[in-house]
């Protein structure tokens, strides 16, 4: 964490104030986002985004697993985070896992709500279903983590392909069903439900988006909020000490759904140009 | 009945109960009641008392319906050596389950990131330069699981800390609300979060009308979440004068 003088701090809080931001973006405009997907061959899928200085790569890994007994007609879906050393010396051993905690539970509250569909993973009901895993890992950290981090995964879940199974024929009772997993054919997610998070930091009176780790050091509070592509909000997060009138809340809420719409458009034309990439290499 | 020597003890497990629970209420069922008959924007009667433990320096017990909670709150201390030097205070919070807390035993440590929620909750409303270099330690622990754990543990967390005398913007009192298909109920309990299809915890400090903690979960459109935060905002208004007069009786009963 940098430390900043007094006077580098009426800097960025006077240039957010007139629309000016350090790096000369305006307050509501994002960093050049780079995807690349595929990135790991031994995953089903993978993606990894590069938002500035902050690097982040997601992969999915599917197995075969047996469903919960309270939910026999869904699959199961975890994410976790890892913060590795690379990204900040403090993140070594157990220095990161608070971090990563947060970020895993943001994740899960914000994707796992009405993003993903748990019961298109199950391939035998009661039996057999696909555990999907989804492991986040932070390279080089330089601001707005959660983010960078949900638009990887959405990334690595539309590069995502599903081995197809083939059921042998019925088996009855407590039998565990045999299954054949084909190396040819392969189920693509639908990824157009799955929503962006917008992150909105809010320094002095004015709300910026896509902090980097200066302006992070500053903020008095920030609202995370994932926004699907029908405007709906599916989670929100707020972070950061400091009170919040609730009208200011809500003022955040519609920025953050007017900012989301040009992000997920953004977003959507860079996925499918480096799906597009990787076909052709 | 005396054990025969050398036996290895029976035990007993209850049996599964049925496998496909049906659903507390169907569809847009708008006449159906909540299991303990309260209404949908009811609140389960809240009860206070400080002073549960008596080596820490503030402490306070809360028990809403089934969910009951211990707080104790330590400090100011010396911070460790190993921590750098800080002109202000530092909150340290810490949540933690016992055992037979939840029906199936052992599952209280699914809730880690509770600790983290804790403090992000408290830390807006504490006065941290009024402690410098030393740390105030919060420790909740979860007795009874019975629903609606966090605000729970956030509304007796800031009762022990006012009555560790240790200074505060405000109190702060959280409540949560859940969604249940088209309907909002307030303060769920542990049934209900499990049918639930969104959820919003909501905490802030009463007198000065600010949040300081708000998480969503699921699907919410726009109408709905300020429905939501209105109901919230109203319930904690009326939690926060309940605590108030908790803190009250509790010096009137000392300085009989």
């Given at each position: 964490?940098v430390?900043?003088?007094?006077?580098?701090?009426?800097?960025?809080?006077?240039?957010?104030?007139?629309?000016?931001?350090?790096?000369?973006?305006?307050?509501?405009?994002?960093?050049?986002?780079?995807?690349?997907?595929?990135?790991i061959?031994?995953?089903?899928?993978?993606?990894?985004?590069?938002l500035?200085a902050?690097d982040?790569i997601?992969?999915?890994?599917?197995?075969?697993g047996?469903?919960?007994?309270?939910?026999?007609?869904?699959?199961?879906?975890?994410?976790?985070?890892?913060?590795?050393?690379?990204?900040?010396?403090?993140?070594?051993?157990?220095?990161?896992?608070?971090?990563?905690?947060?970020?895993?539970?943001a994740l899960?509250?914000?994707?796992?709500?009405?993003?993903?569909?748990?019961?298109?993973?199950?391939?035998?009901?009661?039996?057999?279903c696909?555990?999907?895993?989804?492991?986040?890992?932070v390279?080089?950290?330089?601001?707005n983590?959660?983010?960078?981090?949900?638009?990887?995964?959405?990334?690595?879940?539309?590069?995502?392909?599903?081995?197809?199974?083939?059921?042998?024929?019925?088996?009855?009772?407590?039998?565990?069903?045999?299954?054949?997993?084909?190396?040819?054919?392969f189920?693509?997610f639908?990824?157009?439900g799955?929503?962006?998070?917008?992150?909105?930091?809010?320094?002095?009176?004015?709300?910026?988006v896509d902090?980097?780790?200066?302006?992070e050091?500053?903020?008095?509070s920030?609202?995370s909020?994932?926004?699907?592509?029908?405007?709906?909000?599916?989670?929100?997060t707020?972070?950061?000490?400091?009170g919040?009138?609730?009208s200011?809340?809500?003022?955040?809420?519609?920025?953050?759904?007017?900012?989301?719409?040009?992000?997920?458009?953004?977003l959507?034309s860079?996925?499918?140009?480096?799906?597009?990439n990787?076909?052709?290499? | 009945?005396?054990?025969?020597?050398?036996?290895?003890?029976?035990?007993?497990?209850?049996?599964?109960?049925?496998?496909?629970?049906?659903?507390?209420?169907?569809?847009?069922?708008?006449?159906?009641?909540?299991?303990?008959?309260?209404?949908f924007?009811?609140?389960?009667?809240?009860?206070?008392?400080?002073?549960?433990?008596?080596?820490?320096?503030?402490s306070a017990?809360?028990?809403?319906?089934?969910?009951?909670?211990?707080?104790?709150?330590?400090?100011?201390?010396?911070?460790k050596?190993?921590?750098?030097?800080?002109?202000?205070?530092?909150?340290?919070?810490?949540?933690?389950?016992?055992?037979?807390?939840?029906?199936?035993?052992?599952?209280?440590?699914?809730?880690?990131?509770?600790?983290?929620?804790?403090?992000k909750?408290?830390e807006?409303?504490?006065?941290?330069?009024?402690?410098?270099?030393?740390?105030?330690?919060?420790?909740?622990?979860?007795?009874?699981?019975?629903?609606?754990?966090?605000p729970?543990?956030?509304s007796?967390?800031?009762?022990a800390?006012?009555?560790?005398?240790?200074?505060?913007?405000?109190?702060?009192?959280?409540?949560?609300?859940?969604?249940?298909?088209?309907?909002?109920?307030?303060?769920?309990?542990?049934?209900e979060?499990?049918?639930?299809?969104?959820?919003?915890?909501?905490?802030?400090?009463?007198?000065?009308?600010?949040?300081?903690?708000l998480?969503?979960?699921?699907?919410?459109s726009?109408?709905?979440?300020?429905?939501?935060?209105?109901?919230?905002?109203?319930?904690?208004?009326?939690?926060g004068?309940?605590?108030?007069?908790?803190?009250?009786?509790?010096?009137?009963a000392?300085?009989?």
């Open positions: 964490m430390g900043l003088s007094v006077g580098e701090k009426h800097f960025i809080q006077g240039g957010i104030a007139q629309d000016l931001r350090s790096d000369g973006r305006k307050r509501l405009t994002y960093r050049p986002i780079y995807v690349e997907t595929g990135v061959p031994q995953a089903h899928g993978s993606a990894r985004i590069r500035g902050t982040v997601a992969s999915v890994k599917a197995e075969l047996k469903p919960s007994a309270l939910q026999p007609d869904k699959g199961k879906i975890a994410i976790y985070v890892d913060c590795s050393p690379t990204a900040a010396p403090m993140f070594e051993g157990r220095g990161g896992e608070e971090l990563s905690t947060e970020l895993s539970v899960q509250r914000c994707l796992l709500g009405s993003g993903i569909d748990p019961s298109s993973l199950v391939i035998v009901e009661g039996k057999v696909w555990d999907l895993y989804i492991d986040g890992l390279i080089s950290s330089d601001g983590l959660l983010d960078a981090l949900g638009a990887a995964i959405k990334a690595a879940l539309s590069n995502t392909g599903i081995p197809k199974v083939n059921v042998a024929s019925e088996t009855s009772g407590d039998e565990q069903p045999e299954v054949n997993i084909s190396d040819e054919e189920l693509q639908d990824t157009s799955i929503p962006v998070i917008v992150t909105l930091t809010k320094v002095g009176r004015h709300y910026i902090a980097t780790s200066e302006e050091s500053q903020i008095s920030a609202i909020i994932s926004i699907n592509r029908k405007g709906h909000i599916c989670g929100l707020k972070r950061g000490g400091a919040l009138d609730p200011i809340i809500l003022d955040m809420i519609s920025v953050a759904k007017h900012v989301s719409e040009q992000l997920i458009n953004k959507d860079e996925i499918a140009a480096a799906e597009a990787e076909e052709e290499s | 009945m005396a054990a025969k020597p050398g036996s290895a003890p029976t035990t007993y497990s209850p049996s599964l109960t049925q496998k496909t629970r049906p659903p507390i209420f169907k569809g847009n069922d708008l006449d159906w009641v909540r299991p303990d008959g309260r209404g924007h009811q609140c389960r009667p809240a009860f206070f008392r400080t002073g549960a433990v008596n080596s820490a320096s503030g017990y809360a028990e809403f319906g089934n969910t009951k909670v211990i707080v104790s709150v330590f400090g100011p201390r010396e911070s050596k190993a921590m750098m030097y800080s002109d202000i205070g530092r909150l340290n919070c810490n949540v933690s389950y016992t055992t037979f807390a939840t029906p199936v035993r052992g599952q209280g440590s699914d809730h880690k990131e509770f600790s983290s929620m804790l403090h909750a408290l807006g409303a504490i006065m941290l330069e009024t402690f410098p270099k030393t740390t105030v330690d919060v420790f909740a622990l979860v007795l009874e699981s019975g629903g609606s754990d966090l729970v543990v956030i007796c967390a800031s009762l800390l006012a009555d560790a005398g240790i200074m505060m913007y405000d109190l702060v009192a959280a409540v949560s609300v859940s969604c249940l298909g088209k309907n909002l109920v307030i303060d769920p309990i542990l049934e979060e499990s049918y639930q299809d969104g959820s919003l915890m909501l905490t802030c400090m009463p007198s000065r009308y600010e949040v300081t903690q998480i969503f979960t699921g699907e919410w726009t109408p709905d979440i300020n429905e939501a935060m209105q109901l919230c905002l109203d319930a904690c208004g009326k939690l004068k309940v605590m108030r007069s908790c803190l009250k009786e509790a010096t009137s000392s300085q009989e």
